[in-house]
């Protein structure tokens, strides 16, 4: 695994950050990485403003990964009573599969545990997607058996797939 250090995100950072993003969960480059959702939407997951607005927001963080002083990966982290919901998480597609995940995983968790107090992590995931759920189970989180529509963004993502359900799941910090 490459050395990473980690940082909160700040707004000179946003171009980078939806950057990141929309190729990890996006488009052709996406499809470099395991962790594409180029089969089951078109269009792209952010843009500046909604990343900007996550820096800006009141107990919201986005906390990214760097190497060599260039950001290979992020995830939006926001405390919700006394648990952090865990979203928007995104490894360079040409960097995964490498440890820089798991990294990512154990610093926001340590992360949110000794800011926030947070008892637990939140995040909702495609359910469809079970090699990604999977992968969270390998790190501890558990399916809570609780599903939800999956949101509609019209300006931004056009689903490919009829029915995308989000599978919460879950963390226990304690």
């Known amino acids: 695994m490459p050395s990473l250090i980690f940082r909160l995100a700040k ?46 927001m009141p107990h919201s963080r986005i906390l990214i990964g760097l190497v060599d002083e260039e950001i290979i990966a992020s995830m939006h982290l926001q405390l919700v009573s006394d648990a952090a919901f865990l979203g928007m998480f995104a490894v360079r597609p040409t960097g995964q599969a490498n440890g820089v995940g798991k990294a990512m995983m154990a610093e926001a968790e340590a992360m949110v545990k000794r800011e926030w107090q947070a008892k637990k992590i939140l995040m909702d995931v495609i359910s469809v ?3 990604l759920i999977a992968f969270y189970e390998r790190r501890g989180y558990s399916r809570t058996g609780k599903m939800n529509d999956f949101p509609v963004s019209k300006d931004l993502w056009t689903p490919k797939a009829n029915d995308l359900m989000l599978a919460r799941m879950e963390k226990s910090l304690g």
């Open 11 to 56: 707004t000179a950072d946003t171009s980078q950050i939806v950057a990141l993003v929309n190729s990890a969960y996006r488009g052709e480059s996406s499809r470099a990485g395991w962790t594409t959702e180029a089969e089951l939407l078109d269009g792209v997951r952010t843009h500046a403003h909604e990343i900007a607005g996550l820096i800006d």
């Open 129 to 131: 997607r079970a090699e």
